[in-house]
């Protein structure tokens, strides 16, 4: 039985040289008229907005195209099935790399369904145990999980559909893996299915790979359609499938008390939120999200910078008015040292005096509150979509950033 | 797990084997390749029911992938024309069944599976076929199966029952045992033989 690990790198290993193969057969004088076909069909991108469906139908016909100009074509002559059809992975690589940006995450709707998707994986792993999705104990191996994690969270980091495939066949393959070896050691029969599924699902909220919605829709619209069939097929609709389920999870989909599941998703929205404002009541907030050295730093710490003179100046404001600070002056509270004085308030001990000063507290917290959300989407987006070359006919631009994206990776993440 | 008790290596009840299928499609398919989706409750024993077709027709020369629950068996018809049939299974927990239309989209065969000792896998399966018949592709090939026939003793769903159900809604319907092997064979050679032939032509 394969390791997990030796059959990831195994699997790594030929595209490589296939490219590099692909790459020096269009090199080659001789395939000039592939080379303008491929280069004029790519600019020709450049000419209309995103339009994913459409811009996926025209890369796919390009495919089939090319497939049958390759399989013409002199360089190929008396050319085997399997090289025709490293050909193909090769020019799938070249082109969806190329057009990678402008295809990828292409529409607001799929930035916006990948961020929802990630908030609510976010909510889930404050909570989630196996057991919730009646995952039983011999299967919960925590060293064979990490790897499926860490194959799934490659994803993001690759261009070709191709290897983002591979990425998921590997997850799976780990997990395959894991009940092979559960049955044989608990002496009990593979589950199939009911057993692989939960573990998939469980796994994808651990792992929370980013954007998960766009490589999904990346793969159903770019990978070579002859090509996502069979196995490869099987376990991208589990992928499909398990973002469905996370999507639509509600109190109905675990195995847990419906008051205690919206008991824990309330808990673990507030605890977000309060995540989110301490990290910007403290200056080193604002320095992590002024150095990432994206365009819109200098909006975000001008965004960042207003709200805290604001915070400052109400806030100081309330300390010299403030109320009576033996109940109230609890700076423990926030780690930034500023004092939100009604947090340990009683009802019955306010005053009507009390109103002014909740009320100037409450607008100071809301103020901080939706400029921060404000910055961190701002933040957020190039974060994630950063690792971009840009295309401009260089090959350079088809070496993989793989370090770049794990700051993409949510900070939120508790693992 | 889902299976009822585990699988003694023996290999009885598969004498005879694929010579059922002398008669079977025309020449002209030579190697057709098949979606098949398993669709039934969990703990009917789906998945037994695929791992004792896949090992039984163990062959070290063939390509057998074994996975937990995507497998592929390539059988050798009399007529040497193959099929392989490419084995979906579904996850069978209730909190999943919104998922399925995902898995059987574009099979070409669905086998829903039932367990003989439960009434309430038996009514899953009547789900299962109702759902198939208003979303499934329309030339799709449907068995029904009646698993764990071993358990005589503990049956509560009669085979006429299934018998009869099948016959009302056009499918093919057998009762197998994972346990022993009984029928396992047969089932899949008698979707074989129901499979629609590609023309000469193709």
């Known amino acids: 039985m394969d390791t997990s690990s030796s059959s990831s790198a195994s699997a790594a290993a030929p595209s490589a040289v296939t490219f590099y193969d692909f790459l020096d057969r269009m090199r080659n004088p001789a395939s000039l008229d592939l080379v303008r076909s491929i280069k004029s069909f790519i600019v020709s991108f450049s000419f209309n907005n995103a339009n994913p469906e459409n811009d996926g139908k025209r890369v796919q016909e390009f495919f089939t195209t090319m497939e049958s100009a390759i399989k013409d074509h002199p360089l190929w002559a008396n050319a085997t099935i399997e090289a025709i059809e490293s050909a193909m992975e090769g020019l799938e690589k070249y082109v969806m790399t190329k057009l990678f940006s402008r295809t990828f995450a292409s529409t607001s709707e799929d930035v916006k369904i990948d961020q929802e998707i990630s908030e609510k994986i976010c909510l889930l792993q404050t909570f989630l145990r196996p057991e919730h999705l009646d995952i039983p104990t011999f299967l919960q191996n925590e060293a064979s999980w990490l790897l499926a994690e860490k194959e799934l969270q490659k994803i993001n980091a690759l261009k070709a559909p191709r290897e983002k495939v591979l990425c998921i066949m590997n997850c799976c393959r780990i997990i395959n893996n894991l009940l092979l070896n559960a049955s044989i050691s608990e002496n009990v029969e593979l589950g199939g299915a009911d057993d692989f599924l939960p573990v998939l699902i469980y796994i994808i909220i651990k792992a929370n790979p980013p954007q998960l919605h766009s490589n999904i829709k990346f793969i159903q619209l770019y990978r070579r359609q002859a090509m996502l069939v069979s196995e490869a097929a099987y376990y991208f609709t589990n992928l499909v499938s398990a973002k469905t389920f996370i999507l639509d999870l509600n109190a109905k989909s675990l195995s847990m008390e419906e008051t205690e599941f919206e008991k824990s998703m309330q808990a673990a929205r507030l605890a977000n939120k309060v995540t989110l404002i301490e990290e910007s009541t403290t200056s080193n907030g604002i320095k992590t999200l002024g150095e990432q050295g994206h365009p819109e730093r200098h909006d975000v710490t001008r965004i960042e910078a207003s709200a805290m003179s604001n915070d400052r100046k109400s806030l100081e404001e309330q300390r010299r008015v403030g109320p009576s600070q033996r109940i109230y002056g609890n700076n423990t509270i926030t780690s930034g040292g500023y004092g939100y004085p009604f947090m340990e308030a009683e009802a019955s001990r306010l005053t009507t005096g009390d109103v002014e000063k909740l009320l100037s507290v409450y607008k100071d917290v809301v103020r901080k509150y939706t400029n921060l959300c404000r910055a961190v989407r701002h933040v957020s987006v190039p974060m994630t979509v950063a690792p971009i070359p840009h295309f401009e006919g260089n090959n350079s631009s088809f070496k993989q950033p793989a370090t770049k994206t794990s700051a993409s990776t949510d900070s939120k993440r508790g693992e | ?202």
Request: charge should be neutral; aromatic fraction near 8%; proline fraction near 4%.
């Open chain 2, 1 to 202: 797990m889902g299976c009822s008790g585990s699988v003694p290596a023996r290999s009885s009840g598969q004498s005879g084997g694929l010579n059922n299928l002398e008669n079977a499609g025309s020449s002209d398919a030579k190697n057709l390749r098949v979606k098949l989706v398993l669709l039934g409750d969990s703990g009917v024993g789906k998945s037994c029911i695929v791992l004792r077709f896949v090992r039984g027709q163990f062959d070290p020369t063939s390509k057998v992938t074994v996975g937990a629950s995507f497998l592929s068996q390539t059988i050798a018809l009399q007529d040497s024309t193959t099929v392989k049939f490419e084995i979906w299974d579904t996850a069978g927990q209730e909190r999943y069944a919104a998922l399925a239309p995902l898995y059987y989209r574009g099979a070409a065969v669905a086998v829903v599976v039932y367990d003989i000792t439960s009434p309430d896998s038996f009514n899953k399966a009547q789900y299962w076929v109702k759902e198939l018949q208003k979303h499934g592709s329309p030339d799709i090939v449907m068995a029904l199966v009646g698993n764990k026939a071993d358990l005589h003793e503990k049956r509560e769903v009669p085979a006429q029952d299934g018998i009869e159900y099948a016959e009302k809604n056009g499918m093919f319907f057998i009762e197998t045992s994972a346990k022993t092997a009984d029928n396992i064979n047969q089932l899949f050679e008698e979707i074989a033989k129901r499979l629609p032939r590609p023309s000469p032509s193709s």
